[in-house]
Structures are given as structure tokens and as C-alpha cells.
């Protein structure tokens, strides 16, 4: 056993996982700015009443969750690590001023959460998320236009069979009472419950609707639904939402069950998963609309709306779907070998060169014979050996294509260029 390890419920991501993530990291780069998102980043921790008031204090990300920051006596604040970016990204528009700037505020980015859950499989302590947010639109043409967004992040990494489920979970107007009369409804049913929902049943019913416990089922299955008591201004935006959707060609599910676990979301509300696969650790991503977030973080009442996909389940995903997605591992153009096994200096001289015209080239750094050099340059897939023997003091060098098996003389001068031709001309031909 090693002495040390990542802590409980994180992980290391190798090079063939961060090889992955850079995949997903590129798609969602490219996606974004196609959709006229930039990039923002906050901290990765944040005075903890921003998660408190933004999220909500009765939710189990606030209450059991949250990565808590030992204060130090020197400091008055009290902060903990970020558990999703939505709340930091709000708590920036309202500080930066971001209502003066053009509606909506169109924002993206991609980072580690932390959440201190229990670890299970797809559930860690710290995961990786890639986030959309457009502030300053009431929509609804804007909630589809997201949902699309991420329903195409799924098509372009190529994860299969990715459905929408969407629900509205009302707003202001329309939720207290509905919420009245879902406490009611499981108050005449309070001997059914398991001890936690019981517990959750007065603070916060809205989740008892998305609890997972079996025994909840038939309970939440006849439990009065939220879409059959929204205001009229909540239905006719929620209509608008899902014919949106069905004009863009989304295949999407109302789950009106869903509510998701934060208190900042009114109106739509929305989960993507592979058809046929429910349950919480399942959820690929999710997000929703935020209207009164930003008026909570101290800002003037503005719309907003958002998601957060889990990378690293997306990365469990495409495994099991055996997409391989991750680049074969690309050799050294060339490796910078020498007859001289003790001469280091014109080696790495030579292949600093060689990367300073943009080549991916290295030198090997071993004294040992030619022999040996090359062997390991051959394992390592180059497709060149530059040679430094004899000719060195001529200013020039010997290429052997390794492929070929050819090799000729090359002035030191013209070798990046000739590498650089050979290179195009392989990847061309
Ligand atoms: P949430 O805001 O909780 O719906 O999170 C959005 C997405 O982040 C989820 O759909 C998951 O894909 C991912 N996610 C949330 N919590 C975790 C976790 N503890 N470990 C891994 N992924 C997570």
C-alpha cells in the first residue's frame, strides 16, 4: 500500500482520462463560441453565504454538502469551495456590473465542483462540469435554444441516445400554493414515508418528489403535479419552451416530477440522461431557470438560465458505449539522438530548436550508445531520428526515416523545414 492517495472520493485523472477531458473540453469550447457564449472564470471558492442564499439553505447541497473552509482567525469571512458555478457566476454579474452590459450575458465555463456526498460510482467529492449560463432573458425561446445547446454537446462527443426530460416547476405566483397542497397531500400519508422524507416533508417537499427510495414510487406517482397547477403566465411559457423544442427537433420527455435540488429555480427545469437510464447517479446534466437568483445575491431582479453537464460521467459513458474518444497518443515527430553518448548539449540543442519552429520533437537525454537511442526512439512511434555523428562539425546531420528506413545528409540549417515538409507531406499523402 502506498503511503499517501487521492482523497476519498476523488481521483487522479491520468494522461489517457485527461486525454478524454481535453476532448470534451474542445467540444464544449467550440460549441459555445458557435453559439455565442465566452468564457468566464470565478473562484473555486466563494464567501459561503454566496451558496447559502443562492442555492438555498434547506437543500442537501447546502446542508451536507458543502466543502466548508476552516476559518482562519485572521479572516471574518466564511468561505467554502464552490459546489457549482451558478451561484459564483451570478454573484460576478452583480458585482461587475453585467446588467449594463448588452442582454443576455452570455457566459460558459468548465471546472472542478465539490460536494462532500458520499462516494459511489459516477458520485465525487470533487467532478468536473461543463457550464452554460445566459443572464438577462426571460425566454422562453432561450430555454430551448440551451437545452439544444446541450443536447448537441452529447451528439458531438459522441455519447448515444441522449434524451431531455423537462418539467416547470411554476414560479412565485403559482408554487406556494402547489407546494401547500403536495405538504398536505403527503401529511395524509405521513405513516408511508421513510424517516428522511418525513423529515424533508416540511422544510422542503418539492424533494420528496425526485427521491429515489422505492418506497416513494406509488406515493410520488398519484401526488398532485406541478404542471396542472401553473399560473397561466408559467403554462404559456412552458408551452412555448416545448414547442420550441419540437420545432429544433430535441427529443424531449416532461418529467413533472422533476424539480431539481436547488431552491434559485423557477419556471423550466431540465435533466438530459441515455433513454432507459433514470436514477440520480445517472444524470448526465441538468439546469434550469434561475429568475430570482440574481435579486438574492443583491443584484436588480434578472432573468437567468443555465446548465451543468458532468464530465466525468459523459467520460463513464462514452467508455461504456466503447466509443473511443481520447486521440491515439501521437509519437515525436522526431527524437534527437547522437554517437557521442555523453554529448547532451548539441542533442537538446538541437531538438530545442526543432520545437522553437513548432515541432514536436524531442532529444534523448540518456548517455547511451547510439544503438540504444534509437531503439527507444523507434518505441516511442517517431517517425525521424535526427543522427548527430561525425558531420556535426560540417553543420550538418543525418535523418533516418524510421518508417521508410531510409536515411541522408541534411544541413542543420534546413532541417526544421524539411521535417516540416516531410510531416505535411505524410499527413497529406
Ligand atoms: P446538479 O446540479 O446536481 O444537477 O449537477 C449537474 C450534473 O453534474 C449532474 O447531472 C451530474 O452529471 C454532475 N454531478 C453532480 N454531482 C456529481 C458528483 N458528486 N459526481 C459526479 N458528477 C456529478
Redesign the pocket.
Known amino acids: 500500500m502506498p503511503t499517501f492517495r487521492a482523497p476519498r472520493g476523488t481521483r487522479d485523472l491520468l494522461p489517457d482520462d485527461r486525454a478524454v477531458f481535453d476532448h470534451l473540453e474542445r467540444t464544449a469550447t467550440s460549441l459555445t463560441a458557435r453559439y455565442g457564449y465566452r468564457g468566464i472564470e470565478t473562484p473555486l471558492f466563494e464567501q459561503a453565504a454566496v451558496f447559502e442564499r443562492g442555492i438555498g439553505e434547506v437543500t442537501d447541497v447546502v446542508e451536507k454538502e458543502l466543502f466548508r473552509i476552516a476559518p482562519r482567525t485572521e479572516e471574518a469571512e466564511a468561505w467554502a469551495l464552490r459546489p457549482?458555478p451558478t451561484a459564483g457566476i451570478a454573484r460576478a454579474y452583480v458585482q461587475h456590473g453585467m446588467q449594463t452590459w448588452p442582454q443576455p450575458v452570455k457566459l460558459t465555463t468548465t471546472g472542478p465542483m465539490f460536494?462532500y456526498?458520499r462516494p459511489q460510482a459516477?458520485?465525487?467529492r470533487q467532478?468536473w462540469?461543463f457550464d452554460v449560463e445566459a443572464i438577462g432573458d426571460a425566454g422562453p425561446a432561450i430555454d430551448a435554444e440551451i437545452i439544444e445547446l446541450g443536447h448537441r454537446f452529447y451528439t458531438e462527443v459522441g455519447v448515444q441516445g441522449v434524451e431531455v426530460l423537462v418539467n416547470s416547476i411554476g414560479d412565485p405566483a403559482c408554487r406556494p400554493a402547489y407546494v401547500a397542497e403536495l405538504v398536505e397531500y403527503y401529511r395524509g400519508h405521513l405513516a408511508a414515508l421513510p424517516p428522511t422524507e418525513r423529515d424533508r416533508l416540511e422544510r422542503n417537499v418539492l424533494r420528496l418528489l425526485d427521491s429515489k427510495d422505492p418506497a416513494m414510487t406509488g406515493l410520488n406517482a398519484a401526488a398532485p403535479r406541478i404542471t396542472d397547477r401553473l399560473c397561466e403566465a408559467c403554462a404559456a411559457h412552458f408551452e412555448s419552451v416545448k414547442s420550441h423544442l419540437t420545432a429544433l427537433g430535441v427529443p424531449f420527455r416532461v418529467d413533472s416530477g422533476l424539480v431539481?435540488?436547488l431552491d434559485y429555480y423557477t419556471r423550466t427545469a431540465f435533466?438530459f440522461y441515455v433513454a432507459g437510464r433514470a436514477g440520480q447517479q445517472q444524470?448526465?446534466?441538468?439546469g434550469g431557470r434561475y429568475d430570482g437568483l440574481v435579486a438574492l445575491l443583491g443584484g436588480k431582479p434578472t432573468p437567468g438560465i443555465g446548465f451543468?453537464?458532468?464530465l466525468?460521467?459523459v467520460a463513464l459513458v462514452l467508455a461504456e458505449q466503447g466509443g473511443s474518444t481520447a486521440p491515439a497518443v501521437e509519437g515525436p515527430l522526431a527524437v534527437v539522438v547522437g554517437a557521442d553518448p555523453e554529448d547532451t548539449v548539441s542533442r537538446l540543442r538541437v531538438a530545442t530548436e526543432l520545437r522553437a519552429a513548432g515541432l514536436r520533437a524531442r532529444a534523448d537525454l540518456a548517455r547511451r550508445k547510439l544503438g540504444r537511442q534509437l531503439e527507444a526512439a523507434g518505441k516511442d512511434g517517431a517517425h525521424f531520428a535526427v543522427i548527430l555523428g561525425d558531420e556535426l562539425g560540417q553543420g550538418q546531420v543525418q535523418v533516418r526515416d524510421l518508417e521508410a528506413g531510409t536515411q541522408r545528409v541534411v544541413a542543420i540549417a534546413d532541417l526544421a523545414r524539411e521535417l516540416a515538409r516531410a510531416e505535411a507531406s505524410h499527413k497529406h499523402g
Open positions: 457549482e460536494r456526498d459516477g458520485r465525487y467532478f462540469q431539481r435540488g435533466e444524470a448526465l446534466g441538468g451543468g453537464l458532468g466525468d460521467r
